[in-house]
């Protein structure tokens, strides 16, 4: 390369337009050195203007750089690419017209990114975009069909909730307090506490949350925040159970594993009462004596937990709204409780709720039933399987297609979505539930 290809690649660096000695050689074989610079500065100004940072702008493959090096004036090309542009957004896209086709790359790299099992590197990019072909018209959709086995596992999970709801009827009727009933997502949300909402709501006040039990560990402390809404409870909420202590009951599922000796809780639902042990710590203002006995923890777990950093950044972040009063209870409620529970690994013993004690409870609550045989069960569980809708999208998931169309690349969708799969389950579900609250 002579010194001014070092020199204008060194430009180009520094326009961050990722060009190196060929492409510039390409701009040179045209046009003098200064007119290249200049070029190089409109282009990197083209590319600003149309967003090069999203899936709509513009990279400069080699077909769209040679085109920018061509002899024709600048501003005329760089408009002819815009109608390009312009046109396929409009549906008028032309698999046969090279630019047009190169102008859609951005979009294809930018979503191949995004999703898992598209190829990632350069080359195996470009193969797959060259490999993209042109779709079919657009399918017409029909309704998702759940399969038996679906239908069976629907009455198991309307079962399990109905003890859920059985539950929370009783402990309606033996306290004036407000009771709030907690969906975990997913597990408690979609498969316990929507296919009971039309039953529950205005008795109850209901609430979805999210403490996720991937990921967590023993000294989890939920810590919601700006970048993570999604993890744990609202402000909004911790000043609600301050002014008003109401009963709480967080319901989750988990999975059938340790189940033998122990009832068991979600850890994401463990984690939640670690964020309860800051509430009752800023409540008691700081004397463990008045809450540390009523938590259902392991006493060694305090000294432990108050030291962790999510617990002191959440204290606190909770400080100011926490005015000091009573504490909350921890109990646990499942239709078969054990002596013992474990949650996350911690052994403890079962503590079932006092549903006539004046002050407020949080009740961890999971409405699973393990057991698949036992001549005491009900047929619907010795034909099925606990837990058994966890992850939905490992059933069904749509399979997302890259191809070409009127739009140019486009991504279609095939087959029944998990949203479809979950919301047929759950309509199943709320048709078993009907039955069992109104005809038994």
């Known amino acids: 390369m002579s010194l001014g290809t070092d020199r204008l690649v060194e430009k180009a660096g520094e326009l961050k337009l990722g060009l190196g000695g060929a492409e510039i050689e390409l701009f040179l074989g045209k046009h003098g050195p200064e007119e290249v610079g200049r070029r190089l500065e409109r282009v990197a100004a083209w590319l600003a203007e149309v967003n090069s940072q999203n899936h709509d702008g513009v990279s400069l493959t080699p077909a769209i750089v040679e085109y920018l090096a061509g002899e024709g004036e600048l501003e005329g090309l760089i408009e002819v690419l815009e109608g390009l542009r312009d046109t396929t957004r409009r549906g008028g896209f032309d698999m046969g017209n090279v630019l047009q086709k190169e102008l859609e790359y951005k979009r294809f790299e930018s979503e191949a990114r995004r999703q898992r099992d598209w190829a990632k590197e350069p080359e195996e990019q470009r193969a797959a975009f060259e490999a993209l072909a042109w779709f079919a018209e657009v399918a017409e959709e029909g309704e998702y069909e759940l399969s038996e086995q679906d239908k069976r596992e629907a009455k198991r999970a309307a079962y399990e909730a109905k003890l859920f709801y059985d539950f929370l009827m009783q402990f309606r009727g033996r306290t004036e307090r407000k009771i709030v009933v ?47 809404q999604h993890n ?22 988990c999975s059938p594993r340790q189940t033998e000796r122990y009832s068991k809780f979600a850890r994401g639902v463990r984690d939640l009462v670690n964020w309860f042990m800051v509430f009752n710590d800023l409540r008691a203002e700081g004397d463990g004596s008045k809450y540390e006995a009523e938590s259902s923890l392991p006493a060694h777990h305090f000294p432990e937990l108050r030291k962790w950093y999510e617990y002191v950044q959440v ?17 646990h409620w499942a239709p078969e409780l054990l002596d013992e529970v474990i949650m996350g690994g911690m052994v403890i013993p079962s503590k079932r709720p006092d549903l006539d004690r004046a002050g407020a409870q949080m009740v961890v609550a999971n409405p699973a039933i393990y057991r698949t045989q036992g001549e005491d069960l009900a047929q619907i569980l010795r034909e099925t399987e606990p837990y058994y809708f966890n992850d939905p999208e490992k ?42 609250i109104n005809y038994n």
């Open 182 to 228: 907690v969906g975990n997502e997913r597990y408690g949300r979609q498969w316990v506490v929507e296919p009971l909402e039309k039953y529950i709501e205005g008795e109850f006040e209901i609430r979805y949350f999210r403490a996720p039990s991937h990921g967590s560990m023993r000294l989890t402390v939920p810590h919601y925040t700006e970048r993570f």
């Open 232 to 253: 744990g409870f609202t402000p909004e909420f911790a000043l609600q159970l301050s002014r008003e202590m109401p009963h709480v009951v967080i319901v989750d599922e």
């Open 315 to 331: 204290r606190r972040k909770m400080a100011p709204w926490i005015e000091p009063g009573d504490i909350y209870a921890i109990a």
């Open 395 to 436: 059933r069904v998931r749509e399979e997302l297609v890259p191809g070409f169309g009127a739009h140019g690349f486009e991504v279609r969708v095939e087959g029944a979505t998990t949203e479809e799969y979950v919301a047929a389950a759950q309509c199943q579900i709320r048709l078993e539930i009907d039955g069992l």
